[in-house]
């Protein structure tokens, strides 16, 4: 007989999550107005937010260009509708900040339009207890 449920006493805390992560992915070439529109109505909307610098080359685990925002807990019941309202055909990657990015970027992570394969060796090899 296969038990269901065997982890639900490990259910992990949504207490370690320090902050969030949204990844918003453009195409130089043809996208990259739309992420400035974007990236300038957040700065409006949610001055809590932290701009990253524009990646026109791919870095990390991100397979493409890309600009991260990073925000707190308490902005994301208000930012990730508006996201969704906003985002203007945008790929984008959600993911909290645990402490353990390989997980974060994989497990954890929510994307809105499209999934994009992402460069998870980056991290390392994840240890398994
Ligand atoms: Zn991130």
Request: proline fraction near 8%; hydrophobic fraction near 40%; avoid cysteine.
């Amino acid at each position: 007989m296969i038990k269901k449920h065997a982890d639900v006493g490990a259910a992990k805390n949504p207490g370690a999550i320090k902050e969030y992560h949204a990844h918003v992915y453009y195409d130089p070439a043809t996208s990259r107005g739309r992420a400035e529109r974007l990236r300038e109505a957040v700065a409006a909307e949610f001055p809590q937010a932290k701009l990253g610098r524009w990646h026109d080359e791919p870095v990390g685990p991100h397979p493409q260009s890309m600009y991260q925002i990073a925000f707190p807990t308490q902005m994301l019941g208000a930012f990730v509708p508006w996201l969704m309202l906003n985002r203007d055909g945008l790929t984008v990657l959600l993911h909290p900040e645990t402490g353990d990015d390989y997980t974060d970027h994989s497990a954890h992570a929510a994307w809105f339009g499209a999934v994009l394969p992402l460069r998870l060796e980056v991290f390392g090899k994840r240890k398994v207890k």
